[in-house]
């Protein structure tokens, strides 16, 4: 029977060919830009690192008060409030952050140096944030408290500088010093770069350079993400470093709820003593978010995401509620056609398969026009987004057989109301009407 | 007149038919009419004024490899390089051009320990006394930097100097008195010291991008202090016709000046075109992504009319002859269905428009969007009310040429 279906579907199919054709061109149009959205949304609001996003917390400290800020604290620490979280020892890993901007300087004298992005950081960093290595290892706690002159380099650096060979223990010129590479990352991801959310909105790489973090202070390596300043402060970087001025993020791994909720403690037991000392005049006012709660309030997927999102659904709705007005004047314009079967004791069920099968195979070839269409749309999407965004987006497996799914899925949704309109076909008329 | 009621009656029978079109019509005018509101939006945007002159402009990014101690003279040789360089008209060294993405924004005061913020976040250009004449923005009232202005932006010091310059929105803001020259503003924080504004343009953009920040796209104030940072712009004039060349004769002296220094690739050498539309991709892409939703969804919606109208013609093709036959004109058969139509996307505009403002209410509060304006309202229900009447033409055109003869052809 169900092969006889397939072949009365696709005689009805050829039948009007342009009627078919339209269908199958408005699901694959309508499947295929809601597909591109949903694959920019989906890499723009994922989830950085699955296994361990609950366990990994950002910390703020209000040091600016209510005068300054809407109650919510800035984005950012001071030096001496990371210094003393770090000094505390009270997570179980922990590293301060914030992003350096260095030149690797050629043997060559007539080559020019070529940039390089990357973090300061604490060795913490590398376990917390499942940070995978190609060479070597991160460098010691020791390395952290004597500011040693070591780096972790990243597969990129280590390919263009060392061609490639295994780096560690060799020198690298960093801004007219020498540094002694002790591990090379392999290529590693988090999408969105939850621990750093001011360069590119948080999308791009993940830097190809990290040093001691005491280190890069103490050689006065600028924020190259951003800062803050609320308070007078007096030239030099080490009064800098030493004012209100904020640049530095703070990040914690904090195993379960109950070491969350210590460590929340911890930080509003700190910002008191603030108070009590006579550096803040405020209560405590402080936050201590996990990695997606991070990426909500710093709201990391991109306002054009959204509303791609928003705009591609509503067309997709149209596209349907089309097909829907299509299916039903093609079935119904079989009505005699129904009428002839069910008197010949075809019953409704018969009728729902046969129509329910054509619709399907209306569906399923909308959706194979729809993947090449959105293969079409990931390959556009530099257009719209920045280029760290649009990088993330490719046409994959899951992606390909999600827009076959949904193709096929929306017009059998779609297809129910006329089915059901030419299952209700009355046989006695159409047989008298012809 | 046409007759409107058989026709409604005659809509009783296609309920379902005459729905979806409705339907299909009210949501196609909400996210048009949004979609071209949020486009129009967005070309207003991008086509805003920087205030300097764009055709003539270049950009170089380059980073200095050298102990701060000599950066100051490698910028000051590098700069007075550029400045002989053939096909320069004028070059300076600076922290931030117009569009570039960012920068130092500072809080402006008339009073240091006041609470009240002229400006939350007025951008800061730390420029020397050549700055003006490359960018070619002119001093509407008061003078120019004098050479013996420009002072050093130390590491890590505040922003504050003696004298400023700022664009006419700023100085209007402070003093809308309009004797913004010789009064001094505040830059910075509670210890600023006073700020002399020397002279006024009358127009330059800020280096902010982000839609956050278009509150404040016209507060700049040039700092006649040069940078100390390892990191500089050099923003370069080209003789009229040269810039094309410049674009790879600066880069080279730059190079055999010295080759301690990172200029990156790509971007490190644009001309401000390039800036330009790098600045402004998202939004330019948003509408014309937006645009061609817009109008495959108009296309869709028509096909979809085109499909159900060609079916109920089909259908009643027997109805139609007898009318014919009766003493209908093609005429007649023709306005009927036009008006039919007409009927139908009118009650899914209707929807239409309510739905327009839903969606819009909801943007409002998810985008920041503004209150959608009436006059996008207005055309999408007419551009939807137009096709609707297109799309049914050739059905109804169709309809028109059933003979008479149909009436008696089934019976």
């Known amino acids: 029977m169900f092969g006889y279906y397939v072949q009365l579907g696709l005689r009805s199919l050829r039948r009007n060919p342009v009627l078919t054709l339209l269908m199958v061109l408005v699901i694959a149009v309508g499947v295929a830009a809601s597909m591109t959205s949903y694959a920019v949304f989906r890499v723009t609001s994922g989830d950085p690192i699955p296994e361990k996003s609950s366990q990994l917390f950002v910390a703020q400290i209000d040091n600016y008060g209510p005068d300054n800020s809407d109650g919510e604290p800035l984005w950012w620490l001071t030096w001496r409030d990371a210094m003393a979280l770090v000094n505390a020892h009270k997570a179980k890993r922990q590293t301060p952050l914030y992003p350096i901007g260095v030149s690797i300087v050629p043997d060559d004298p007539n080559t020019m140096a070529s940039p390089a992005r990357g973090y300061a950081v604490q060795t913490d960093m590398f376990p917390m944030f499942n940070v995978p290595f190609l060479f070597g290892a991160p460098w010691s706690a020791t390395d952290d408290t004597d500011s040693a002159r070591v780096v972790v380099i990243g597969k990129s650096l280590n390919d263009r500088v060392f061609g490639g060979a295994n780096s560690v223990g060799r020198e690298i010129d960093l801004d007219g010093t020498n540094f002694r590479v002790v591990g090379v990352t392999a290529p590693w991801e988090a999408r969105p770069r939850f621990f750093d959310l001011d360069s590119k909105g948080g999308f791009g790489d993940m830097g190809e350079i990290y040093m001691p973090f005491a280190r890069a202070i103490a050689d006065g390596l600028h924020p190259a993400g951003g800062n803050l300043c609320n308070r007078p402060f007096k030239p030099g970087w080490d009064n800098f470093v030493h004012s209100e001025c904020i640049f530095i993020s703070f990040w914690a791994e904090l195993p379960d709820a109950a070491s969350a909720t210590a460590y929340r403690q911890f930080l509003n037991d700190y910002s008191a003593e603030q108070t009590r000392s006579g550096r803040f005049s405020w209560p405590p006012n402080v936050r201590l978010r996990n990695v997606m709660d991070w990426l909500d309030v710093r709201h990391v997927v991109p306002p054009e995401a959204k509303m791609g999102l928003l705009v591609s659904g509503a067309f997709l709705v149209i596209c349907l509620i089309n097909v829907i007005g299509l299916l039903l004047a093609k079935f119904m314009r079989r009505a005699p056609e129904i009428g002839i079967r069910r008197a010949l004791g075809a019953s409704r069920g018969a009728i729902y398969a046969q129509f329910l099968l054509e619709a399907a195979s209306v569906g399923l070839a909308g959706g194979l026009l729809g993947v090449i269409l959105t293969a079409a749309g990931t390959l556009c999407i530099g257009a719209v987004f920045d280029p760290a965004i649009a990088n993330l987006v490719h046409m994959s497996l899951p992606l390909l057989g999600l827009t076959v799914l949904v193709a096929l899925a929306s017009t059998l949704v779609a297809a129910f109301y006329p089915t059901w309109r030419a299952s209700k076909v009355q046989p006695a008329w159409q047989l008298k009407a012809s | ?411």
């Open chain 2, 1 to 411: 007149m046409p007759p409107f009621r058989p026709i409604l009656a005659a809509l009783r029978y296609h309920k379902a038919g005459a729905v979806l079109i409705a339907l299909q019509v009210a949501l196609t005018l909400a996210v048009v009419c949004n979609a071209l509101f949020v486009i129009e939006q967005r070309l207003q945007r991008l086509s805003r004024d920087t205030g300097i002159a764009e055709s003539e402009l270049m950009v170089v990014n380059n980073t200095w490899v050298a102990p701060a101690a000599e950066v100051p003279s490698r910028q000051a040789a590098d700069v007075a390089m550029l400045r002989a360089l053939p096909g320069v008209a004028d070059a300076y060294a600076t922290n931030a051009f117009p569009l570039l993405g960012g920068s130092w924004q500072s809080g402006i005061r008339l009073d240091p320990m006041s609470k009240h913020f002229i400006s939350d976040g007025a951008s800061l250009y730390f420029v020397d006394d050549h700055a003006l004449h490359t960018l070619g923005v002119k001093i509407a009232s008061g003078r120019n930097f004098r050479p013996e202005e420009i002072g050093a932006l130390a590491p890590n010091a505040s922003a504050d100097s003696p004298t400023i310059i700022v664009t006419r929105t700023l100085a209007q803001r402070a003093f809308p008195d309009g004797h913004a020259l010789g009064k001094a503003i505040y830059i910075g924080n509670s210890d600023a010291r006073p700020s002399t504004i020397i002279g006024i343009v009358d127009h330059v953009q800020t280096p902010e991008t982000r839609s956050g920040e278009d509150i404040r796209w016209q507060d700049a104030i040039f700092v006649p202090l040069r940078i100390t940072d390892n990191r500089a712009f050099f923003v370069i004039r080209a003789q009229p016709g040269r810039l094309p060349a410049l674009l790879h004769s600066v880069p080279d002296a730059l190079k055999a000046l010295s080759s301690r220094r990172v200029i990156p690739q790509p971007h490190g050498v644009m001309p401000f075109t390039q800036v330009r539309d790098l600045a402004y991709r998202s939004d330019r892409g948003l509408a014309w992504m937006l645009a061609g939703i817009c109008v495959t969804l108009l296309v869709v919606t028509a096909a979809g009319i085109v499909g159900l109208t060609s079916f109920w013609v089909g259908q009643r093709r027997r109805q139609i002859g007898i009318r014919r036959a009766l003493g209908a004109t093609r005429g007649d058969i023709l306005v009927y269905f036009l008006t039919e139509n007409g009927l139908i996307s009118l009650a899914g505009a209707l929807v239409g428009v309510v739905l327009a403002f839903v969606l819009n209410a909801w943007m409002m509060q998810a985008f920041e969007a503004s209150r959608l304006s009436t006059l996008y309202v207005g055309c999408g229900v007419l551009i939807l009310l137009l096709l609707g009447q297109l799309a049914v033409l050739s059905p109804a055109r169709r309809a028109s040429r059933v003979p008479p003869v149909e009436a008696t052809r089934t019976i």
